[in-house]
């Protein structure tokens, strides 16, 4: 292309460009700027329509938050988060019907302690968001990973759902508002002027420790986010709040589901990535980002200049095969890049999953049935002779045999509770013999791992396996541990004299 | 022969630590017999800015899927991506959707 350099020419080549591109598939006018899905062009005017549009529609359409609710907005720094953050500030200064009338705050968990990252550079990170936090107006918390050290054992355990807010309807509740309190957020409680991050030198140290302790990036990323959860909720219950929202995009959404399959989160994957979660009773989450795609989110950031903090995560800079979460998110989004349909196909798969939310009253009793770490449904008690996980257990059980004495026939018992400690060290035994094909050895295991295992999920059994000693996990978990097995050794012990629906 | 071409910016987003931390790069690109099309320009990105890691920016000769790519603040989709050819003072954003970055 030869050219007179002349200062016009380049701008006319460029209109010449886009008056080649296509038009907004929505107002027929407007050049287009995005493309959605395939085919679907949008100008970025309509773009923004559609994006506000979605997100009050989302909540409008599930009308779990109630007006005047007082919701936790966890706000990672990241794209999606820090979106959802500004469309609640921009729900929130629309005009009347359109309003979303809830009281959001914000938390920030602070995870550089686990990263290994400087009290500088975390101190850094935390200085940019709070300037962002402040500026919403809204109340905000920042905390530092390192908390969970302070959490009471009680954050295990499911409450019931509060009764503050008996059986009214919906309906009920907003004509309840508009009537009584119009403008209560507009006086919040003062935002907490926070300076510094508080973080014990100790706890950093211990957080550390049990990152140290794990293996594989997998468990480690799913360590992490079980104990930020926690914190979370402990968040939202101490400081008031009934909602916590988070950011999941559905892109996002779509590579966890697929991820948790590999991970063997089956039973969970509705209640992790539908748009309400009521595993801690009390305090519900939601994510009403997951209509949007990571795309959309990263595309309205930057034409509507919402701010974003870029942190580093445990997968900062890794390869696509660190982790499974890593692997199947590179699996989701190359795929992506060839059939566009591949995260809607996805998520509107996990549209069609169940969610088992079992009814407060019948839940709150029975945490024991409850996995000690993710609080879903334990679906390792199913009894279920032909299950994939029974063949599991069958066949570690055999391997763990043939080092200590000749295989006998498998028993017709074989329960979970039959690997206790007894038949690992069982399996020491033999380990000078025949050097065990790499396979007893390694499998000895620490008691305490051994003795959590029937208190948890089948995926966070991996998790914990993964660790060199459980005994490295916050107190609050070891405790609550503790109390669990003791009450179920008591069921068993009073057993006969218990009717049969109590037990 | 065509006379170098300034970039109005380079910018990215949520991949900066592959870059030394820069997010916003002043770029001139150097003359050259056949007008820079976006293929190239992640050549050269490759060869003078990536500090680190190149395999998680570019992959073949595109960039990594989970990046997004704007030029002039629309979608590269729409403008042709890779075969685009870059004009004076374009503006080009790179924006990381991936986790972490
Ligand atoms: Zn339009
Ligand atoms: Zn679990």
Known sequence: MCQVDEDYNGQLDRDEVLSFSKKCVKCKEATAVL???????????????????????????????????????????GPSSCSMLNQVQEGLSQNAHKKLRFIPGIVYIDEGGALGLSVEERQRTVDELQSMFKATGFPYHILPLEEVFDLPSSVLEESSPSSEQPDITYKAAVDHFIQTNRNCYLSPEKQADLTGL????????????????????TAKEDLLQ??????????????????????????????????????????????????????????????????????????YNHMYNVPSVFIPTLDTKTTDKASVLRLTESFVTKLQAHFPSTVSTIYRTSEKLQTIQPSPSSSTAHNWDKCLLCMCALDTNVVEKASA??????????????????????????????????????????????????????????????????????????????????????????????????????????????????? | MESPLPLQSLRVGGAELLFDGVKEHQVTLPSQSEPWDMKQLLVWIQRNLLKERPELFVQGDSVRPGILVLINDADWELMGELEYQLQDQDNVVFISTLHGG
Request: aromatic share 8%; glycine share 8%; proline share 3%.
């Open chain 1, 35 to 77: 493309v959605i899905r395939a085919g679907d062009m949008f100008c970025s005017g309509c773009f923004k329509e559609y994006f506000v549009h979605k997100f009050r529609a989302m909540l409008g359409k599930n009308r779990i938050i109630f007006p005047g609710e007082r919701v936790l907005l966890a706000v990672s720094g």
């Open chain 1, 198 to 217: 508080n973080i014990q030198e100790s706890h950093t140290h211990s957080l550390q420790q049990i990152f140290g302790s794990i293996k594989t990036l």
């Open chain 1, 226 to 299: 079980t104990l930020r959860q926690h914190l979370l909720v402990h968040t939202a219950r101490s400081k008031g709040y009934s909602k916590l929202m988070l950011g999941d995009n559905c892109t996002r959404l779509a590579v966890k589901l697929l991820a948790s399959i590999s991970l063997g989160r089956g039973a969970q994957l509705a209640i992790d990535t539908g748009f309400s979660d009521l595993r801690y009773g009390d305090i519900i989450t939601v994510r009403p980002m997951r209509d949007y795609s990571a795309k959309e989110v990263s595309f």
């Open chain 1, 389 to 503: 996980f029974q063949a599991t257990l069958i066949s570690e059980l055999l391997s763990q045999r043939r080092a200590s004495r000749p295989v006998d026939t498998a028993s017709p018992t074989l329960r979970p509770e039959f690997q206790g400690p007894e038949s690992t060290a069982a399996g020491g035994v033999g380990c000078e013999r025949a050097a065990c094909g790499g396979g007893c050895c390694s499998s000895v295991k620490a008691p305490e791992s051994t003795e959590l295992k029937s208190l948890l999920c089948y995926s966070c059994q991996l998790t914990i396996k993964d660790m060199s000693s459980a005994d490295l996990l916050p107190q609050y978990i070891l405790s609550e541990a503790q109390r669990r097995k003791r009450r179920s050794q008591m069921r068993e012990e009073i057993r006969e004299f218990l009717l049969d629906e109590d037990y």
